[in-house]
């Protein structure tokens, strides 16, 4: 039996998140054109953004593939492949840790520098200041995870818990009894996971949606027809109610 | 044959006295605004000089432009589509702030505020980005008129090119010292390579008229634009975090008024028309193999709008008959194409630039006639032109890749105009030998005299407008302002908050208030 607060934890707060993930990202899509960017800092700092920068993101990169890895294939595809628990074990421990680390110190690094150099630091809005917030706590929960809980403390198989906990939410089938027995750690981690993809539409975050791969296949000169938008007409109106 | 129409611009630097105020009205118009204080969509440089941003003309350095790949076919400068995207984390060409200058303002309010003491108050400089006090060392025109040229100058990477090919050095001792003033805007290039960077394809160039704009909608702030223009004429809004731009002014130019810029220009050395050009000659013109062809191969490019045959391609390509017309009346068109006197600014970063330029000849009558001889006849002239105080070879650097054949060329037939509309205005028989001696003939030299010299507005600028069938719509841009908020002129970015076309951005969304259209209304519409 799921006590109450399990149930708002692991199951509403869960599919509150989706609706407001999705749901805040088509609003400030539609509604907030202007607004969606990476609002590049580098113009005031070059030097540790090329440091932090892709450090950050491309360790980001990894973790994100190994959270796609660990909690969408089913343990059982992975065995019927031949791959054994220990096996699969030590491989994301150490991808985990190497992934996890350049992240958290790219990370370390940008937030450094947001705090140290005057025109970056003016250059960040409280909005800026708690997606940093729960951004960071998320990975640096996610780096406690891997390396304590699973490494140093001999290993926890989330695979059988916190993955099939989550399959379940997005295949409807929402169990919170899956995930409400395992370590406290991961499940903050989850928590914080939450907390950010709440916040994602409405921060910068939106910024990973626009992923140029288009661009590879693009051809280079872009021409487009003046057409209706003739400075002097009044501009189209961007909101929801078009007149 | 696939023609299309571009609106140009070109500049007679004999003309230009340095008055920056071209840069000021252009600022005031477009670029007064939070984020864009280090922003001046037009500046005007001395030559020689490290520029704005400081070596701007370094492509070793910036990677600006394009290139010509091992395989003979045109690639940016900056690398691979690849290697670009995997530097979109932290871009590797990208100008710091200090490579353009630290804005500033001055803390006025010490002079009022300030407690009664023993010392005048003064209003000491604060950076304009950070708020802090600050001690200015460079600004956006600190080397106006070869201020500080013996320190800088020879790093100004004209001359350092002129040096490495001919192993000469520019002179810097006062009495041989020479500048000239280079006002700069956007190319509004045939290949801009500011476009071919952005990885969003927020940017463009309007099939209409050629201008290339930034759609603030679709900009994602991934600043690839910015390195990629070999020019520095895009630049990064650190507050909106999007890229801005040089606009040519298009909402003036839809409605027929030039840009303001050129408006305002007090030497009246800015003319504004259309070419023609051939769309599907643009990639192979851009890349033949030697940088000395590519002024020659941008001149094949243009189209002959008197060309009945022209005329009937681009009729059927769509382009309106006022446009075909003005194409005809152009003035551009007469400078580069007829007169030949145009010039392109740095054709070899390949992305045929469309604001061209006269170059200067003045000093050279002042310093034939100190000689003793007569600084306006033809002969001694011509002779003068490569004892020129501006030495043709930086000339050269800036406008031909370093030819200093064509430079020759159009210097000699600016000297030949001058000598022969001597004669007329002494009364004397014109020497018939001198407009033969430029492969001109004597009514070619006074209409480009006329140009030159008297031409009026309307003479200058021949800009067909947008439409009439939108003539009413077009008035309403005198009884509105589009430009009177952060982050929103023109480029497509209207207004923010509290203007009622339903658009605000997060980050400005004030306390207490709920902008009009941000939620759906579920009521009925009325
Ligand atoms: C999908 C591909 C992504 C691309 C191409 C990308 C690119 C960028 C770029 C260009 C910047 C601006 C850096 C600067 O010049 O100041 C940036 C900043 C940032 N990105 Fe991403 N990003 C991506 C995904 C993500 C994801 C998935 C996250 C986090 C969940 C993320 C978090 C951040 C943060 C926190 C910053 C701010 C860094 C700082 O300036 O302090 N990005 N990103
Ligand atoms: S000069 Fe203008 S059109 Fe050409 S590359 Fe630069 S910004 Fe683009
Ligand atoms: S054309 Fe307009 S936007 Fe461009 S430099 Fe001139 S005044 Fe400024």
Redesign the interface.
């Known amino acids: 039996m799921t006590s109450p607060i399990d149930l708002l934890l692991w199951t509403v707060l869960p599919y509150l998140t989706i609706v407001v993930f999705v749901g805040g990202t088509v609003w400030?899509f539609k509604?907030?054109?202007?607004?969606?960017?990476?609002?590049?800092?580098?113009?005031?700092?070059?030097r540790l953004?090329?440091i932090g920068?892709?450090l950050?993101?491309?360790g980001l990169f990894m973790v994100i593939g190994g959270h796609v890895a660990g909690l969408l294939i089913p343990k059982s595809l992975t065995e019927w492949l031949g791959i054994h628990n220990e096996l699969y074990h030590l491989v994301s421990l150490v991808a985990g840790t190497i992934a996890g680390l350049a992240t958290v110190v790219g990370l370390a690094v940008l937030v450094y520098r947001r705090w140290s150099v005057?025109?970056v630091r003016?250059?960040t809005?409280n909005?800026d200041k708690l997606t940093y917030t729960v951004l960071g706590a998320t990975i640096l929960l996610g780096m406690f995870v891997t390396v304590v809980v699973n490494g140093v403390q001999g290993g926890y198989d989330y695979r059988v818990s916190i993955a099939p906990w989550f399959r379940g939410i997005l295949m409807l089938q929402p169990d919170s009894s899956l995930i409400a027995d395992a370590p406290l750690m991961y499940r903050a981690h989850a928590l914080f996971g939450m907390a950010l993809f709440l916040l994602w539409p409405?921060s910068r975050l939106v910024?990973a949606f626009?992923a140029?791969v288009?661009?590879?296949i693009?051809p280079?000169?872009?021409?487009?027809?003046?057409g209706e938008?003739?400075?002097?007409?009044?501009?189209a109106?961007?909101?929801?109610?078009q007149p | 044959m696939r023609p299309m129409a571009q609106l140009a611009m070109v500049m007679n630097l004999d003309k230009c006295i340095g008055c920056h105020t071209c840069s000021v009205t252009c600022k005031q118009t477009w670029t007064n605004r939070g984020g864009v204080e280090y922003v001046w969509f037009n500046n005007v440089e001395t030559k020689p000089g490290q520029g704005y941003p400081r070596r701007y003309e370094d492509q070793e350095q910036w990677h600006g432009g394009w290139k010509l790949g091992r395989n003979g076919r045109l690639q940016l400068a900056a690398g691979s589509r690849i290697k670009r995207m995997l530097s979109l984390f932290a871009n590797p060409n990208l100008p710091a702030i200090e490579d353009y200058y630290e804005p500033w303002t001055y803390d006025y309010r010490n002079l009022t505020d300030a407690p009664l003491g023993d010392d005048t108050p003064t209003a000491r400089p604060v950076s304009a980005v950070t708020g802090a006090p600050t001690s200015v060392r460079w600004g956006p025109n600190w080397e106006d008129s070869l201020g500080g040229a013996p320190e800088h100058a020879a790093t100004d990477p004209v001359a350092e090119g002129m040096r490495a090919r001919l192993g000469k050095s520019i002179q810097l001792e006062y009495e041989q010292a020479f500048m000239f003033y280079l006002p700069r805007i956007c190319e509004h290039c045939l290949n801009p390579s500011c476009v071919a960077s952005c990885p969003s394809g927020a940017m463009y160039k309007r099939a209409e008229d050629g201008i290339v704009l930034v759609d603030q909608d679709r900009c994602r702030g991934w600043r690839m634009c910015v390195s990629g223009c070999p020019y520095k004429k895009v630049y990064f809004n650190h507050k909106t975090g999007k890229a801005e731009k040089c606009t040519f002014c298009y909402p003036r130019l839809e409605i027929g008024q030039p840009t303001i810029c050129a408006e305002t220009c007090v030497g009246r050395l800015r003319y504004i028309g259309v070419m023609l050009y051939d769309a599907d000659a643009v990639g192979r013109a851009a890349s033949v193999k030697d940088d000395k062809k590519l002024y020659p191969a941008q001149m094949e490019v243009f189209l002959d709008p008197h060309d009945p045959e022209v005329v009937t391609a681009a009729r059927r390509a769509g382009i309106p008959h006022d446009w075909i017309t003005a194409a005809q009346r152009s003035p551009v068109y007469s400078l580069i194409a007829e007169h030949r006197v145009a010039l392109p600014l740095h054709p070899e970063y390949r992305t045929m630039p469309m604001v061209w330029y006269i170059p200067p000849l003045s000093p050279v009558v002042e310093a034939v006639s100190s000689t003793g001889f007569d600084g306006e006849r033809a002969g001694n002239l011509f002779g003068a032109i490569d004892a020129l105080r501006i030495p043709v070879d930086y000339l050269a650097g800036l406008f031909t890749a370093g030819d200093p054949d064509p430079v020759r060329d159009v210097l000699r037939r600016l000297a030949a105009m001058r000598s022969h509309m001597r004669s007329i205005n002494l009364g004397e028989p014109p020497d018939r030998y001198v407009p033969k001696s430029v492969g001109m003939t004597a009514e070619q030299i006074e209409s480009m005299y006329r140009l030159l010299a008297v031409a009026k507005y309307a003479d200058r600028y021949v800009i067909p407008t947008a439409g009439i069938s939108r003539a009413h719509e077009l008035e309403s841009i005198g009884t509105t302002c589009s430009l009177d908020t952060d982050g929103g002129p023109g480029m497509g970015g209207a207004s923010t908050n509290g203007h009622g076309n339903g658009q605000t951005d997060l980050f400005t969304w004030r306390d207490g208030e709920r902008p009009e259209g941000m939620f759906p209304s579920l009521g009925r519409k009325r």
Do not use: C, I, M
């Not at chain 1, 509604?31 to 070059?46: A, P």
């Not at chain 1, 280079?220 to 003046?226: I, K, M, T």
């Not at chain 1, 109106?237 to 109610?241: E, H, L």
């Open positions: 400030r509604y907030d054109q202007f607004g969606w960017t990476t609002r590049s800092s580098q113009l005031h700092e070059s953004l090329r920068g892709p950050f993101h491309l005057p025109a003016k250059a809005s909005n409405f910024h626009s140029p288009r661009y590879l693009r280079y000169v872009v021409y487009r027809s003046r938008t003739l400075a002097t007409r009044s501009a109106r961007r909101g929801w109610d």
